[in-house]
Nanobody
Framework: VQLQASGGGLVQAGGSVRLSCTGSGGTLNGRTMGWFRQAPGKDREFVAA????????YYADSVKGRFTISRDNTKNTVYLQMNTLGPEDTAVYYC??????????????????WGQGTQVTVSS
């Protein structure tokens, strides 16, 4: 499956952005999907994940209460709604599909397909 992330851009602090990740060439249904981000000079870090069957969600502490991950399996798309953005949220955001029967949603090594990334820049 190929993942295409979109929706990034420049936003002022306190603003909101919604990212989308659409799969092609395969279904995202049945797989946990995640969002990661990578700021300049830093490692790629977990942001959020959502399971397929129950829609259970997981968040990094740094985004809890501000970000919401969701999915629409009929559209083969996963979303990340980001509110109350701050300069610390500036990064390239990547969507990813987790391997089958993975044992963690937080580790990037558990994901086997990645989108190309979309830049989010938050100005202060």
């Amino acid at each position: 499956v190929q993942l295409q992330a979109s929706g990034g851009g420049l936003v002022q602090a306190g603003g909101s952005v919604r990212l989308s990740c659409t799969g092609s060439g395969g279904t995202l249904n049945g797989r946990t999907m995640g969002w990661f981000r990578q700021a300049p000079g830093k490692d790629r870090e977990f942001v959020a994940a959502i399971t397929s069957s129950t829609g259970r969600t997981y968040y990094a502490d740094s985004v809890k209460g501000r970000f919401t991950i969701s999915r629409d399996n009929t559209k083969n798309t996963v979303y990340l709604q980001m509110n109350t953005l701050g300069p610390e949220d500036t990064a390239v955001y990547y969507c990813a599909r987790r391997i089958n029967y993975g044992n963690s949603v937080f580790q990037r090594e558990q994901y086997d397909s990645w989108g190309q990334g979309t830049q989010v820049t938050v100005s202060s």
